[in-house]
Every structure is written in structure tokens, then in C-alpha cells.
């Protein structure tokens, strides 16, 4: 805040000073050289204080400084006689064009201005070039021009000078004429007062600045011989005679230059001219005039100008356009024509695609209205059988196989051409030798061959598209070489960058064509469209094997030169493999196991390249052959495994069972046993059912009885009289239990049937022994499942499986026997079967050999 304070007073201090300055007579003052300079020179300038006339300045020591603009310059300062401070300043090279140079004294340490000189520097006036003047006729007026030259950077005064003269203006008639051009023209317009018609004018420019003067170059003119005319006008144009290429133009001056006699020039031009083309010097007083050598059936576009006939005035502008269209005349010239065939119908016929190609324009007279095929020529004034009339350049047909020609013919409104033949001939002539393709731009194709041996008459070039899908790219652009020295063709029809073209250069003999040679260009390359998409088929712990498409020929947008397959991991640097363009299949080498890596793959063409995505893969621990190895010994060892648990729970069942049957012995089941299923001779005609027939339990045997026929015993069994054999004749049948019943001749609780001992049964009866001369019946043998007490025993039957011997005393209905034969009954054969040894049986002797 201080300090802007103090700025402020020493402002308001400046102003005072000044004023007072101004007030009285000045103590201070600049002087320089010269006020305008030219550039580059040196400027000397001098600032002088009168202390004696500035107040507060009288015992003050004069400080005096300068400022050229804003920037400070030194300068050198001393006393002069009369006592005043002077300070002297030299500018070596003064390089502005426009400078304001400050004196300032120092008061209070603050610079105050005292006096400025303002300095311009610059260069003299350049001389004006290329004076030239037109009059204009509509108002008798003439209007100069001319170039100024350069800059001087100082204030110009510009000044179009004119007067009256004779002869070649040696002499002036009368003072200099001035037109002034307003600021920044380049022009001035003299009026028709100060004009000299059918006289010489002496005409300059004078340009004056500071620094000097120019003038230009003096013309000496006749102002009606730079007088620009108005435009003609066209009145007709037409053909005459008719049936020629020649055209009558007839046009009229315009009504201010009737008076002048002029010379004109026409010019014409029709679509697919490069440019107009000039008829110069028509000079007609009748204002007609007749050209030739226009093509029939052409729109023409006319214009017309004029000017003075002596040749020194300027052109009008051109007329207004004049449109015409020349009469038609039948075509002429024959068609270039290219064909193919294809046997069909097992060579019967021939499908023909007949390809032409237009008229030139000398040669169409008209516009062509369509094109005609047929087998045979027309005849003068015969009917024409065509197989084709089209407006295109091509036709498709089917001719027998045995047609070897065609005709072709091109007409308009005025008739037709004359007929082109076409041949069609065998291609079995020889190739060119070599042939090669290179751009020329972006739109055309340089094809150059090597001649084959053989004299060629002319060359066919035809190319495709490739990548065209559908009809599109079966279509084919051809051109017809017919100059048999030929070795190169430009090819600019349907031409298109980033495309492929196969081309193909057919060698026409006399008598045949020759067989084709092929090859591929591209006008302009540029980077794949896309990249090919990676597969990988295969990976191991060392090695992974990639496979890829090939980009389609629409997406390469050039030649492939080559892929570049990158791999990397996350633990080490990328590698990369370049391959031919041919391959699709890649083995990366020298994986490492258990590890990711990240694969992309990059197309190059000459112009650029494409990448494609990462395709990640991991390498397993062990490869193929190893798995397959590791999984068999697995199956090995698990089957060996099952072996030896199979062994091991076998033998230890095995070792198990010895140890249980040291301390628990099994005990026969007697239900399960042979004897417990076999059944008598005499019962075995008997249907008996199965145990699991009566029921699914286990059978209880309570007792055991033994029926015998004793052979001297005539006493009738089961309480009837009849005779042994009928006694033994069929038994209920099962689950009815066989049991002994109740006989009012036997008493309740005997033994059956007198004497006879179970003894005895056992040994004539189930070992089939005969020991007795008398022939006995076969005993029968009841069984019985009741669980209630038989013969009136006074204890139920025993459980499954019990030994009875363990329970007491034998029972009654056995009779009693001694303690002495219970013991040897133990040691009996018996004792193998603990269920028997629970039936008190007597007469057990006949048992041993059981």
C-alpha cells in the first residue's frame, strides 16, 4: 500500500512539472538529423535542459535520459557554452519503420519527459510496372492499370498523369492531366473530357514520398486502340450441306461497336474433349463463317468473341453459350472383341459369352441405340436373324457345337455398322513368356510381358476382381493390344486401391490364341483389415502347436508377406517367430510346465501390419506320452491293490475260521443234511412237496418212527385187514404230516407192530444189506412237524437244533434204560449229530456203520 502511495504522488509531482513545462517557456527540447530516414541508416539526435528556466530544477544536477518507444538507449551528456545540459544520442541502425524518441530528466529519481521527436524510416518509391489501359466503349471512359512495386513504407502519393500530344508524344499540347486513385487501388479512370480520341495521350504514373520520386514507363496510346468491345452475339449455328461434318456460325457486333471493324475468334467444345478447341482470325463482313471436321451425332457447346481489327485493342468477353447437336450417320469401323466358351451338353453345344467393346467417338456418329449378334451377315435387303440384341457390352448365348463364327454389328438411328466377325479360335497357341503388374496410382495398372516366340498379331489383357462375391466378381474387365510390337498395357477400367486384381495376357495369332499367363497386383497397399484368429490344437509341457485361417482376400487389403507369432509369459521377456505367408500352422518350443502364456499373431503387407487377440494357454506338468504312462501304472498298482486286499481278506477269513473252529466246532444241521432229504424206496413214487413248499421256517423233528412188517405176521396194519402191499400202498399227500394213528388192536404208548426193533430197520432197511433169507418189506419212515407231545410223552417236542440228552431222563414212551447204556449211546456213531442224540432210541447197534 506504501508504495502504491508513493507512485501515485510521484505521478501527481510528473503532471505538476509538466504543467509548468507548458506554462512557460520550454527549458527543454529534442533535435534529430532528419524526421524521416531511410531504413537501416543512422539517426544522431540531441536533447537540451535550460535549468534556468525550469523551476525546481535551478539547484538541481541535471540527469538526462532517452527512451526509443519503451526502450531505454544511452546517450551522452555534457555542458554547452550558454551553461544548458545537452545529451547527445546515435542510432547506428535505425530498423523501424516508425519510432517516437523520448528525452527524460531525472527528478526526485523519477524520469520525467521532457521532449519527443517522432522518426519514420523507409525505403524510396519503386518504379510502377505494367501500365496498361482499356477503354470501355459503353461510356467512352479509360481505365488504367499498374503494378506498384514495393512497399516503401512511408506515405505514398500516388498520381496518374495524361496529356495531349503529337506525333509518338514527343510533345506536350497542353499541362498534365492528374487522376488521383483512391488509397490502396491500383487504378484510375480518365474520363471522356480529358480523352484525345484518334490521337496520341502520353500516359505515366508518378509515386512521391519523402524520400524521393518514380515514375513508369510513358504510353503513348490511341485510346480507341485499347478499346474493349462488347460481346458479339451467336445467331444460329447449323449443319451445312447435310450429310458433311461441316457447321455454318452466323452471328452480329454489338450496337456500340458497330462502327468498329473487328476480327473474332470461336471456340467449341464437346463432353470428353480435354479442352475447348479455337478457331482464330475470322474476319467476315457478311458475319458468317463455316468450319469442318465435327463428329456426327455430338453436342457441341459454341462462344464467340471480338476486338479491334488492327490487333492492338482487347477481346470482348465470350458470347453466350450456344448449344448444337450435329446430325447422326451410320457407324462405321469394326468392334475390338473378346470371347469365351464353354462346352455343355456333354459337347453338343457351346455356351458363348461374346464381350465388345464400344465404338470410338469418331466412329459412332450418333448415339448408339444397341448391337445386334447373329450367325450369318445381313443380307442387302434381307431379314435379320438375331440371336442377340442388346444395348450391353456383352452377351451371353448357346450356339451348336460346331459354329465357329459369329457376326457382330453396332447401329444408331441412322443405320448400322458394318459387320464384325468373330472367330472363335482354339487356345492352344504359346504364352507370353514372363508377365508382371505394378501400380501406376491409386486408379490404374501398369502390365508388362515378354513377347513369346512365336509372331503375335495382337494381345488380350483381362482382369477381375477378386474379392467381388456372386456375378460381380465372375465379371471381367478386358482391353484389346492390337499392335503386334506391344509389350505393356496401361489398365484403368474399374481400378479401385486396396484391391486385388488377377490379370491375365492372352497372345492372338493368325490362326488361334494362345494359352494364358497369370498374375495378381494391387494399385495401393495398406494394413490388414483384421488379423488371423489363433486355435491351438495341441499343448504339452514343453511345446504348444498353433493353427490359424488365412484372412480373406476382401480383408488383406495387399500381399501378405509374412506372420509374426509373439509368446510370452509372466516371468519372462516376449519372444516372436516370423513364418512365410504361406503357413497357417505354428509349434512354439521351449515351454516351460505349469506355466500361462499370452500368444498373439501379427499379418504384414508392405504398407503395414495387423494384430490379433491373445489367445492364453497353460502347459501341463507332464505331456501325453507321460500322462498315458502315469495313468496306466495307476490302473497296475489299483488292480495289484485289489488283488492283494482280495488275498488278504480271503486268507484271513480262511485263518480265521481254523481259529474259530478250535474253540467253536461247527455242528452239522441234520435238516440241511443228505440224510434229511432222503426218503424209502417204497415212498419215492410219492409226490412229496419241499420243505420251502409246507413252510419257510426251519422243520422241527420231534420223534421218529420206524414202521416194520415183520415177514411171520399176519396182523392187519394201520387197523385194517388188508395185506402188506396194500398196506404200503399211497400216503396222504403233503404238508400232512405222516404219523402213526391210534389202533383200537394197539395199545396207547407200544411199539409199533409186535418185536421189531429200529435196529434192525437201519441195517435191512437204509444199508440195503440182505442178512435174513426171507425177503422183508421195505419199512416206512413217518416224520412228524407237530410241536405237541406224541404217544402221550409228557413234554413237548424239543426246540430246533436242541440236544434232548442234556435235559434229564430219556423219555417214557422209549422204555428206560440203564446210566451204562446212555453212556454208550454218547459214544455211538451218533454224536456227529446232536439233534439225534436228543431221541431215546433202543436197539442202537444197528447204527455203527452209520
Not at 37 to 43: A, K
Not at 373 to 379: E, M, Q
Not at 511 to 539: F, I, Q, R, W
Not at 679 to 689: G, H, I, K, N
Request: net charge neutral; hydrophobic share 35%.
Amino acid at each position: 500500500m506504501a508504495v502504491h502511495g508513493k507512485s501515485e504522488m510521484l505521478l501527481g509531482y510528473s503532471t505538476l512539472f509538466l504543467l509548468l513545462l507548458a506554462g512557460a517557456r520550454a527549458c527543454g527540447w529534442v533535435t534529430v538529423n532528419s524526421s524521416t530516414v531511410l531504413l537501416g541508416s543512422t539517426v544522431m539526435a540531441s536533447c537540451t535542459i535550460q535549468s534556468n528556466r525550469c523551476q525546481s530544477l535551478e539547484d538541481e544536477e541535471i540527469q538526462i535520459t532517452w527512451r526509443l518507444d519503451s526502450q531505454a538507449v544511452p546517450g551522452s551528456q555534457h555542458k554547452n557554452v550558454d551553461g544548458a545540459d545537452v545529451s547527445n544520442l546515435t542510432i547506428p541502425h535505425f530498423n523501424r519503420t516508425r519510432a517516437k524518441l523520448w528525452c527524460y530528466v531525472v527528478w526526485n529519481s523519477t524520469p520525467q519527459r521532457v521532449g519527443m521527436a517522432e522518426i519514420r524510416a523507409g525505403y524510396p518509391p519503386s518504379k510502377p510496372d505494367n501500365l496498361t489501359c482499356m477503354m470501355n466503349l459503353t461510356d467512352n471512359s479509360l481505365t488504367c492499370r499498374w503494378d506498384p512495386g514495393l512497399d516503401g513504407h512511408l506515405p505514398t502519393k500516388v498520381v496518374l498523369m495524361s496529356s495531349r500530344s503529337r506525333g509518338q508524344c514527343e510533345v506536350s499540347q497542353e499541362a498534365p492531366q492528374n487522376c488521383t486513385p483512391q488509397a490502396g487501388q491500383n487504378y484510375c479512370t480518365i474520363s471522356r473530357k480529358f480523352l484525345q480520341l484518334y490521337q496520341k495521350m502520353d500516359i505515366w504514373v508518378s509515386v512521391q514520398n519523402a524520400l524521393g520520386t518514380a515514375e513508369s514507363e510513358h504510353l503513348c496510346i490511341d485510346p480507341t486502340d485499347v478499346a474493349k468491345l462488347d460481346p458479339p452475339v451467336l445467331k444460329s449455328v447449323q449443319s451445312v450441306p447435310f450429310q458433311t461434318n461441316c457447321v455454318s456460325v452466323a452471328w452480329e457486333v454489338a450496337h456500340t461497336s458497330s462502327h468498329i471493324e473487328q476480327q473474332c475468334e470461336l471456340r467449341y467444345w464437346t463432353p470428353g474433349d480435354p479442352g475447348w478447341t479455337l478457331v482464330p482470325d475470322i474476319v467476315s463482313p457478311n458475319l458468317k463463317t463455316q468450319h469442318c471436321g465435327f463428329l456426327f451425332g455430338a453436342e457441341y457447346h459454341f462462344q464467340m468473341r471480338c476486338r479491334r481489327i488492327t490487333g492492338m485493342g482487347y477481346w470482348s468477353e465470350w458470347s453466350q453459350r450456344w448449344n448444337f447437336t450435329t446430325h447422326e450417320k451410320a457407324p462405321v469401323g469394326k468392334l475390338d472383341v473378346w470371347w469365351k466358351t464353354t462346352p455343355v451338353d456333354s459337347g453338343k453345344r457351346a455356351e458363348v459369352q461374346l464381350l465388345w467393346k464400344a465404338p470410338k467417338r469418331n466412329e459412332t456418329n450418333g448415339r448408339i441405340l444397341g448391337y445386334w449378334v447373329s450367325l450369318n451377315p445381313r443380307r442387302r435387303n434381307g431379314a435379320l436373324t438375331a440371336i442377340c440384341n442388346t444395348t450391353d457390352m456383352q452377351c451371353n448365348f448357346s450356339v451348336p457345337a460346331g459354329v465357329r463364327r459369329v457376326y457382330l454389328s453396332a447401329y444408331n438411328s441412322a443405320g448400322e455398322s458394318a459387320t464384325t466377325e468373330v472367330l472363335f479360335l482354339e487356345q492352344k497357341g504359346q504364352p507370353v513368356a514372363r508377365i508382371h503388374a505394378s501400380p501406376c496410382d491409386e486408379h490404374s495398372l501398369w502390365v508388362q510381358w515378354e513377347a513369346p516366340k512365336a509372331a503375335a498379331t495382337g494381345y488380350i489383357v483381362e482382369w477381375h476382381q477378386t474379392s467381388l462375391p456372386g456375378p460381380a466378381g465372375r465379371s471381367v474387365s478386358w482391353q484389346l493390344q492390337r499392335n503386334r510390337s506391344a509389350t505393356k498395357a496401361l489398365l484403368r477400367e474399374n481400378i479401385e486401391p486396396f484391391q486385388r486384381y488377377n490379370i491375365s495376357v492372352y497372345p492372338l495369332y493368325a490362326d488361334t490364341v494362345g494359352l494364358p499367363l497369370h498374375t495378381a497386383a494391387y494399385s495401393k497397399e495398406k494394413a490388414p483389415s483384421c488379423a488371423p484368429k489363433l486355435h491351438l490344437m495341441s499343448v504339452s509341457k514343453s511345446h504348444a502347436e498353433l493353427h490359424w485361417d488365412p484372412i480373406p482376400v476382401a480383408m488383406q487389403n495387399g500381399f501378405i508377406t509374412n506372420y509374426t507369432i509373439f509368446w510370452a509369459s509372466t516371468t519372462r521377456d516376449e519372444l516372436r517367430a516370423v513364418v512365410n505367408s504361406s503357413f497357417t500352422a505354428f509349434t512354439i518350443r521351449g515351454l516351460v510346465p505349469l506355466t500361462m502364456y499370452k500368444v498373439h499373431i501379427m499379418a504384414s503387407t508392405a504398407a503395414g501390419s495387423t494384430n490379433s487377440t491373445t489367445l492364453s494357454l497353460v502347459t501341463p506338468a507332464l505331456n501325453e506320452t507321460e500322462t498315458q504312462y502315469l495313468l496306466l501304472s495307476l490302473g497296475l498298482l489299483c488292480v495289484l491293490l485289489i488283488v492283494f486286499i482280495v488275498c488278504f481278506l480271503k486268507n484271513r477269513r480262511c485263518a480265521t475260521n481254523r481259529v474259530k473252529n478250535q474253540f467253536w466246532p461247527s455242528v452239522p444241521d441234520p435238516a440241511n443234511s443228505s440224510l434229511g432229504k432222503w426218503v424209502p424206496a417204497d415212498l419215492q413214487q410219492e409226490t412229496l412237496p419241499t420243505a420251502s413248499a409246507r413252510e419257510p421256517g426251519l422243520v422241527t423233528i420231534s420223534d421218529i418212527t420206524v414202521l416194520e412188517k415183520a415177514a411171520e405176521k399176519k396182523a392187519p396194519l394201520w387197523g385194517k385187514t388188508d395185506s402188506l402191499p396194500a398196506a404200503a400202498g399211497p400216503f396222504p399227500a403233503l404238508p400232512k404230516s405222516y404219523i402213526l394213528p391210534s389202533s383200537s388192536g394197539l395199545p396207547s404208548g407200544s411199539t409199533a407192530l409186535g418185536e421189531a426193533r429200529p435196529g434192525s430197520y437201519v441195517n435191512d432197511g437204509y444199508r440195503g444189506q440182505q442178512q435174513q433169507q426171507q425177503h422183508v418189506p421195505s419199512p416206512l419212515y413217518i416224520r412228524s412237524d407237530s410241536t405237541q407231545p406224541l404217544l402221550s410223552e409228557p413234554s413237548p417236542s424239543p426246540k430246533p437244533y436242541e440236544n434232548m440228552w442234556f435235559h434229564g431222563a430219556p423219555q417214557a414212551g422209549l422204555g428206560s434204560h440203564s446210566s451204562q447204556e446212555d453212556g454208550d449211546f454218547l459214544e455211538e456213531p451218533l454224536i456227529d449229530f446232536p439233534l439225534l442224540q436228543g431221541l431215546k432210541i433202543g436197539g442202537t447197534e444197528g447204527l455203527q456203520d452209520f
